[in-house]
Each structure stands twice: as structure tokens, then as C-alpha cells.
């Protein structure tokens, strides 16, 4: 149906078609029509509406192109094989479904749209559709299952860069993993991952990258705490070129890793960092924990001095800055 409604406005560029005349030429109710625009504009078409004159389609949600993607893609393994969706419940499940039927490292899952993104804490992840970039990478590193922080850091450190070099815009990065730009969260990571006696069978990276949304495009709660890069740089970026930007950052750094450990990862992250010598607040299962974050240790944990002078180590959770 969504498909005979866009048909008609497709046929009449630039006019509006009124409730009416989709209700006669479909041959469904007003009611049904006004649904059906609605969940067109959830999907990412956008509409004005007139009264006495209807519905004038606006703009298309934005659609991957995903022959550009893999001709700029400069990488030997991260993204080349690539899964691309419209609409899913969230790239992470298609991942783990794509290793468990032999997916090999690399193997890169995008979406449009989202209906169950899922965030780090049981926290679900805004992704509407066109605007973002919604995608999970599979992982297959042969590392100690406690050595997963030291990826979550890494993948952060490859998304900064990114976001730099591609966008222009000045991220950071807040313990462990959340990209800000001026306090706000622009893009954030979720590895899950499956182990076999203590090492890790695969990982997968999740991540969600709020590149072209609109401030209209956040519910309002998100608003004070969350940002785009088109927001924040007043122009839309090539969500293909952060993709392909991100892919070889990350097999670059993801490399090093596996020649060099987590040592020269350690210091990129800190360089990146908004965290280190601030003020910082956290929640720890012993309760709240106050002070000054000082520095990342071998095993990505945090280290806190607090007003005691006490040093204390955050492996998990959130943190406020
Ligand atoms: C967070 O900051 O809480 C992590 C958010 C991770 C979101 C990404 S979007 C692509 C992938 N699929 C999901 O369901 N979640 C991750």
C-alpha cells in the first residue's frame, strides 16, 4: 500500500494529492491514508500538510549507495563483504545470524532504519531511517575474552579519527566509548561478543553514528543530551565516505592491535580523550564514586583519584562528566 500511495505522488511531483483522492484511487478509508503517511514518515519520507489541500511530498529518505561504497573502500577486509538493509530490527541480530552461518572477519552489516537499535545498559539506540549510519562489524580477533575493553577503546579511537577527518567537526571521546561534540553524543559503540574456553570466538561492533538527523528528528527527551554531525557542522556528510573513512581507520588500528597489543591503542585514546584530568561522577556496584579521572590502564579500566587521595579503578558503566 505505502508503495501505491508513493506511486501517486511520484506521479504528481511538487502537488499536493489530497486524503481524499488517495482514499478514492486506492479505494481505502481516510483514516487508512493517514496511517499510511505516517508510516511513511516514520520510514523517512517527509510531508507538508494543508488543510482543504493534502499531503505534498517533501524529500525521499536518503539511500545507501552502495556501489560508491565499495569503490572508495580502501581497506583489505573491513566492509568487503557487505550486508545491506532497509528496514530490520537492528544489525547486531542480522550480524550474529550472518557469523553463525560462516561469516568471515570484516563481513559489515548496514540498515536504513532500526525498530529495536539496541544501546550499551539494556538502552534503546534512536535510529530512524536515512539519516544515520547503522552498522555492525564482525570480529573474529583469538584474544582473552577480558581483553574486549581494549577493543570497545580502539573501535572509538577509529570512529574519532573518522569523524574528524571526514566531517571536520572537533570529537571526543568520553570513557570508554561515546563520541561528544561540545558535550553532546554524537555516535556510540556496543560490542557483544560469544567466547570459547576464556578467548573470544567473535565479536561483534555495533555502531551508531547520528550523522545528517535534524534536530526534528530526536524525541524531545533526546534534545539536551544528544547531536548530529549535520547539526553540528551545518551541512550534511557523505554518510559513504564516513563508512569507508571509519573501515580503514579501524583495520588500521585494529591491526596494530594484533601485532602490538593494546600499548600504542592506550595512547591514541588518550589523546582523544574529554575524560582524562577532569572531574568525573560514576555509579560502581560498591556506589558512587567521585574524583579526578587520571588515566587508562593496560586493561582499559579507568583510574579516579578521588578527594581522599585514593585511586580506584571504574571497569564498567557510565560516567558524568
Ligand atoms: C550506546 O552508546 O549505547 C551504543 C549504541 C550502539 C548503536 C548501534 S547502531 C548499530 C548497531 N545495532 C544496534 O542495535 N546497536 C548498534
Redesign the pocket.
Known sequence: MNERILQLFEQNPDAYVSGEEISRKLNVSRTAVWKHIEALRQAGYKFESATRKGYRLLSKPDAWNVTALLAGLRTKRMGQKLHVYGEVD????IAHALVASGAPEGTLVL?ES?T??????G?K?H?PAGKGI???LVLTPRIPVYFMPQLTLLCAVALCRSVQKTAHVDAGIKWP??LLVKGK?I????LESSGEDERLKYVIA???ISANLSVDDYPEELRSVATSLAIERGADVSREALVQSFLQEFEELYDLYLEKGFAPIRLLWEAQSVTLRRPIRTHTPQGIVEGMAESLDDSGALTVVTKEGERMKIYSGDIEL
Do not use: C, V, Y
Open positions: 537492528s544489525t547486531q541480530t540498515a532500526q529495536s537499535g539496541r544501546g550499551r545498559m538502552r539506540w535510529s547503522w552498522m555492525s566509548n561515546d553524543k555516535s556510540g559503540i556496543l555495533g555502531i551508531g
